[in-house]
């Protein structure tokens, strides 16, 4: 019984909330080129789930409290990044207040963000996420964990979480780009399995992050 109240729980809490999407303006980077994208997935979001989905995309500077007036930031880019001490201070306050974060490596953040990630999260380790983490399975079921969707350097697909007190408030993916995925078919000629598979996993995304 209490298997199945937890079931359909998962099914209908979204129903309940309405979630908008805010790309993350940050100084040193190039947080703007996954516009298209993001109203792609939005559209898919709306049409796969019973959540309220606000399409009007935000963009929203790390540095503005007007962080603080939603629940999902999306940090975005390829290049590397360099945060200032206030950016810093706005998303650790971010998450430490609920909020969730979804970090996409488009190639080239890598390493720079592993550094700052240790700024703005101390005493929270970046932590592989297992693939049997309600992430791959709240709506979608990843067996095998986050999917490969674009090749950039070849190697596995990898995601890493910052958790506090059991709790994942940031999700990174390395190593394969779900947000190429989202973006339209002409502009990576990815194949239709691997852009239905961005969908699915940035459904689960979100999904995970309202009802967790």
């Not at 109240?5 to 979204?14: D, G, R, V």
Request: proline share 5%.
């Amino acid at each position: 019984m209490k298997v199945f109240l937890l079931f359909l729980f998962l099914i209908i809490a979204p129903a309940l909330y309405s979630f908008d999407f805010v790309i993350l303006k940050y100084k040193m980077g190039d947080w703007y080129n996954s516009r298209e994208g993001v109203k792609n997935f939005l559209q898919e979001l709306k049409d796969r789930t019973l959540i309220q989905v606000d399409e009007k995309v935000y963009e929203i500077s790390l540095e503005e409290d007007a962080i603080f007036e939603h629940s999902f930031l999306f940090l975005n880019g390829h290049v590397p990044v360099v945060f200032s001490e206030k950016e810093i201070a706005n998303l650790r306050k971010f998450v430490l207040s609920g909020g969730f974060v979804f970090v996409n490596d488009d190639y080239g953040m890598d390493e720079s963000f592993r550094k700052s990630i240790k700024e703005f999260f101390p005493e929270y380790p970046l932590q592989e996420v297992n693939f049997k983490d309600p992430i791959y399975h709240c709506f979608y079921d990843f067996k095998n964990g986050i999917p490969k969707i674009h090749e950039h350097d070849g190697g596995p697909a990898k995601a890493f979480g910052v958790f506090i007190k059991g709790r994942m408030v940031l999700y990174y993916a390395f190593n394969t780009d779900i947000a190429d995925g989202w973006d339209p078919p002409e502009v990576h000629n990815d194949p239709s399995e691997k852009r239905e598979e961005a969908f699915k996993m940035g459904v689960n995304i979100v999904y995970y992050s309202l009802t967790h």
